[in-house]
């Protein structure tokens, strides 16, 4: 099994920044990706950024610009820089794994992000 603990979330004016972490540890034998979704009221779940084990990333459109995805692949652990937060970048912030050999996905508890205008 492979557990996930994310921190980072907050209350922020808009315009202010955060930086979410989440880290993975158990039974892990590879990474194939690290990546963060988040889900606002009455809204779907929907992908904020990802990164693969090959360094490739891939953004929303909503947060390009704005939001920084990063790994430390040493500690099993993804970030996500977030500047010039927004009132509608307020959601739960669930983190991402997916492990190899075949592609299992384990998702964190989620932490939430207020940004207050």
């Known amino acids: 099994q492979v557990q996930l603990v994310e921190s980072g979330g907050g209350l922020v004016q808009a315009g202010g920044s955060l930086r979410l972490s989440c880290a993975a540890s158990g039974r892990i034998f590879l990474i194939n990706v690290m990546g963060w979704y988040r889900q606002g009221p009455g809204k779907q779940r929907e992908l904020v950024a990802t990164r693969t084990s090959g360094g490739s990333t891939n953004y929303a459109d909503s947060v390009k610009g704005r939001f920084t995805i990063s790994t430390d692949n040493a500690k099993n652990t993804v970030y996500l820089q977030m500047n010039s937060l927004k009132p509608e970048d307020t959601a739960v912030y669930y983190c991402?794994?997916?492990?190899?050999?075949?592609?299992?996905?384990?998702w964190g508890q989620g932490t939430q992000v207020t940004v207050s205008s």
């Open positions: 991402k794994v997916v492990t190899g050999p075949y592609d299992v996905d384990y």
